[in-house]
């Protein structure tokens, strides 16, 4: 009996001995399998996590990373006959009143009287000369004869509904109808060279103009056969920079647009000289790509259902198109290296290096 207890005490032990083991193993192995399983497990997070940098970057340019591109001013201008009066209330209940209207719109928190009167391309109209007057600042120069119109409500052309200029435009008449002697009414306008020549034919007394085109329309360059000169200037609002859009992350340089369909804006727009700039410091022309013409609303349902590979958009950002656009799939914003960026401002006076920040869509 005695040897039974003692064989089955022994097996026990035996048993107990390799459950051990088997435990210390499993454990081994659980612990390397673990370590495994939490590397292999870190890889594919790391995998998730490149993944969702991919992502991140891919959107990169929309959400999460600056990008570096060029900008050309938003300019208010007038027509000469617009009374003096009807352009001081225009310029100071804007610029006296920036907080408010950064309330209803962001774009408001742009405005700087530093910049605002800073253009030297064309003159300034004497009602918004007096304002700057007032403020310690001298424009570089004053329209002689201009101002001397009736006062009466005024009509401003913006630009189209899914670009900065309308939604901006309408805060800016709306504030100042609403808290001065003058009435502003804002319209959707079809881009900088047609609310010059809108202004020029008096459909309008103000108008939303992109600071190049504004020059060209001045000193009858490019988009104009002749000067157009009874026009002013009322205040240089913000910087609108020139914004890549795609939907392609293969598209990551200004040289991938190469044989691409490209929309270089609008009909009458600036946004057209703004690509062929940008293109022509890349060493690309028009021909080198399939360039489509089309606003920016145009270009952004496109690029939803993939007609075309990218499209330029000239505008202060967050502009609603991109915007929307990036609501509904993933959206990136091309950027300019600073060589090429080197290269254009030194070919064109009228762009400003600029950087739209992450976070901006």
Known sequence: MKKVLSLLMAVLMLTVLLTACGGDSGSTGGSTGGSDAGQTSGDTGSGDADADAGADSGDATTTS?????????????????????????????????????????AKGGELDLTFASSVTSVPYHPGAAKYFKEQGIDVAAVKDGAGTGDSKSLTFTTGGSTGTYYAFGGVLASYVSNNSGTSVTAVEGNGSQSNVEDLTAGDVQLGFVQSDVMSYAYNGERLFDSPVTNFSVVAALYMEQ?????????????????GKIVSIGASGSGVYFNAIDVLGAYGLT?????????????????????????????????????SDLALSKPTYLVGLDEEHTNALLESSPFYSAYTIPAGTY
């Not at 009374?83 to 209207?101: G, H, K, L, P, R």
């Open 65 to 105: 990373v600056d990008t570096n591109t060029v900008a050309v001013g938003a300019v208010v201008i007038a027509r000469d006959d617009v009374s003096e009066e009807d352009v001081y209330n225009f310029v100071s209940t804007i610029f006296n009143n920036t907080d408010a209207i950064t309330e209803q719109h």
């Open 286 to 322: 028009e021909d080198d790509i399939q360039p489509v013409f089309q606003s920016f609303g145009d270009s952004a349902d496109n690029l939803k259902d993939g007609k075309i590979d990218a499209a330029f958009i000239v505008a202060g950002a967050p502009t609603p198109a991109i």
């Open 242 to 258: 020139v914004q890549i859009a795609t939907t392609n992350p293969d598209i990551k340089s200004v040289a991938d647009l190469e």
